[in-house]
């Protein structure tokens, strides 16, 4: 209870709760500026956290992944192009309604149903996270080994049309991870004898160069549409029956996203496309989806804002992030000094409930703010490529340079630009290479000491109940996976 | 059959061999397993094998068809974005030599100037002017970070 308290405490210190404010607004521009996204902005500021302490930096990014995965909906619905990837069922009935006159009330739709997802989430992980981190003390080597197996293979099953090309990005972000000074030895591996390679890849260069390097080349070849925008918004808060209507699509909607969330790999996109085909499937007039219903768009929203709280599970109790926002959160965490697991929950309790409160409080501070800055978002996303790009690009190419006062990180970041330009188009998906890049160590690691344990006996694996287990459930998503892609490619039934 | 899938796999397949075969003379431990060639071999030879699968089903489902492309091409101009690609190297390299104010200003025209749907010098002019502006007035004067001198200055 104590915990408790003084996480409220330091939460509404007046420069915390301002961070927290300043996250959510810049969370929801960059959601809302098609090409932009959460994690573009997460890696872009992480260089502006290096001065501050924990807390505050946290407060910060907590605000802007709220912020950004709501803010997405509010071009959806204006300009009918999803801010965010994520967004993109929004657009299905958000449209609709702003053509016949309401995107006022579908954004207050929106921004609503985020909030309770959101805030169902962050409780749900209040609950579990710290049960968890009690579970996973007990946890071996072996155990953290099937953990990051089991996170790897989920992410690259579901990530792209393409598992094989899915598996080669989470192999090549394996072995990019090997680079360094070996964990167990001190020897230097694959670093030609260049000692700024002994440290390995630097993660927050590769993390700008394939967020926002590669989103800067994209969007320097993509076609700049002519834009309809309905900014007459109007009223966006909505009457006491249509709050009941969205409060009730989006309890089911948060319990998706939440669960999904949880799932290493599987985002916000999965999430809000899992909750409307649910919410539509077990509508009593499934028909009307599409045409414009405030019940699409709080299926959507709350699960895309539902997967927050459910992603931050893994991530903080076992260092494993839930989707790519968390990674690069975890990346944030580890410049910060502080390692993601269960020994976070020991050794930094008066810092893990500062971030369970921070999370449930964003919440709050994005509805407010959703509601008030729907207008002048709707014209900022309408910023022309010839300021957008600048911006975005020497931004990254500073951030980069910032973190050491090293050129060669800004190299990097243009190598993981080009990389990561190329793996998009090519539809090589980027996610499972960012997570096995951050995994990498820790699951080589964990599988080195194991066998060190077991004299070399691969049979440790499966003689342990929850490593068992794990390997199990990673070996069914693939065959799973394999057995639809198959299908997909011969038109089977079913898929 | 996607060339691009077929060029992803053989390069999957070099960079497999390389790290291979670099993890090679890598020295041993005293139980193989756990030394440091190991993982990286382990992961190298995944990577060999799904990326000669990869080369394997492009080549069987693409036998006798003309190759495809990507349909992302038609709808993206290449020629911008390697021109991109190739400023940004040039803006690296620069400021070591000439270091932030130059490179960053002279970067931001030449990309406004690239992505500008009309012309305009001095649209490009005042954005590059005030880019480079806001990114000094964060990350040197609020966050107190350097930014690059450039050999030529020191």
């Given amino acids: 209870m104590d915990a408790v308290l003084n996480a409220l405490v330091v939460v509404f210190q007046p420069m915390n709760f301002a961070l927290m404010i300043l996250g959510v607004i810049i969370g929801i521009i960059f959601g809302a500026i098609p090409g932009l996204t959460a994690t573009l902005a997460i890696a872009l500021l992480i260089p502006i956290t290096f001065t501050m302490s924990p807390i505050p930096a946290l407060l910060l990014l907590l605000g802007i992944y709220n912020g950004g995965m709501f803010g997405g909906s509010i071009t959806a619905i204006t300009i009918r192009t999803p801010g965010t990837p994520a967004a993109a069922v929004t657009v299905l009935d958000g449209y609709p309604m702003a053509q016949r006159g309401q995107a006022g009330l579908a954004i207050g739709t929106a921004c609503i149903a985020s909030t309770f997802g959101g805030l169902m989430s962050a409780l749900i992980m209040i609950v579990l996270a710290p049960l968890l981190a009690k579970a996973a003390l007990a946890f071996s080597p072996v155990e953290y080994f099937s953990v990051g197996v089991f996170g790897l293979t989920a992410v690259f099953a579901i990530s792209g049309k393409n598992l094989l090309k899915g598996a080669l990005a989470t192999l090549f972000g394996l072995l990019l991870s090997s680079i360094g000074l070996d964990p167990i030895l001190p020897i230097p591996r694959f670093t030609f004898g260049e000692i700024e390679l002994s440290g390995g890849i630097p993660f927050l260069p590769a993390v700008i160069g394939l967020f926002a390097l590669a989103e800067v080349f994209r969007l320097v070849g993509a076609k700049e549409k002519d834009i309809i925008i309905h900014t007459d918004v109007g009223n966006v808060l909505p009457s006491w029956k249509d709050f009941k209507k969205i409060i009730r699509a989006s309890v089911k909607g948060s319990l998706i996203g939440t669960w999904i969330g949880i799932l290493p790999g599987a985002g916000g996109t999965i999430a809000s496309y899992v909750s409307y085909g649910e919410a539509r499937r077990s509508s009593k007039n499934p028909e009307l989806y599409g045409t414009g219903i405030i019940e699409g768009i709080a299926a959507a929203e709350s699960a895309n804002n539902g997967v927050t709280g459910g992603a931050m599970i893994p991530m903080l109790t076992l260092g494993i992030p839930g989707d790519a926002v968390t990674a690069v959160l975890l990346g944030a965490l580890t410049i910060q000094g502080l390692q993601p697991g269960p020994m976070l929950f020991q050794e930094h309790v008066d810092i893990v409930y500062p971030v369970f409160a921070g999370m449930l409080l964003s919440n709050f501070i994005m509805l407010l703010l959703g509601l008030v800055m729907v207008k002048p978002v709707s014209y900022i996303a309408r910023i022309k490529k010839q300021h957008l790009v600048p911006i975005v690009a020497i931004f990254s190419v500073i951030g980069a340079f910032a973190e050491s006062g090293s050129l060669l990180m800004v190299a990097f970041a243009i190598a993981f630009g080009i990389i990561g330009y190329l793996m998009e188009k090519y539809e090589f998906p980027v996610a499972p290479l960012i997570l096995s890049l951050i995994l990498g160590p820790m699951i080589e690691n964990a599988l080195r000491q194991s066998l060190i344990m077991s004299q070399g006996s691969w049979g440790i694996f499966v003689t342990r109940p929850i490593s068992a287990g794990l390997l199990l459930i990673a070996l069914a998503t693939v065959i799973t996976m394999l057995r639809r892609q198959l299908c997909l490619n011969k038109n089977c039934e079913g898929y | ?154």
């Avoid at chain 2, 003379?25 to 060999?48: D, R, S, Y």
């Avoid at chain 2, 590059?128 to 690059?148: D, H, N, Q």
């Fill in chain 2, 1 to 154: 059959m996607k060339v691009a899938d077929l060029v992803g796999g053989i390069l999957a397949i070099i960079i497999g061999v390389v790290f291979y075969v670099s993890a090679g003379t890598l020295p041993e431990f005293n139980l193989k397993l756990a030394g440091p060639a190991f993982f990286p071999e382990l992961v190298a030879a995944a990577q060999i094998f799904c990326a000669a699968c990869l080369v394997g089903v492009t080549v069987y489902s693409g036998y006798g068809k003309t190759p495809v492309k990507n349909a992302d091409m038609e709808s993206e101009n290449i020629k911008p974005i390697l021109i991109t690609m190739a400023i940004t190297v040039i803006y690296y390299l620069a400021m070591s030599y000439i270091g932030f104010w130059l490179s960053t200003v002279l970067f931001s025209l030449s990309l406004s100037m690239l992505t500008q749907k009309k012309r305009s010098w001095l649209d490009a002019v005042l954005t590059s002017a005030g880019i480079t502006g806001m990114v000094y007035g964060v990350f040197s004067v609020l966050l107190k970070a350097s930014l690059p001198v450039g050999s030529l200055f020191r």
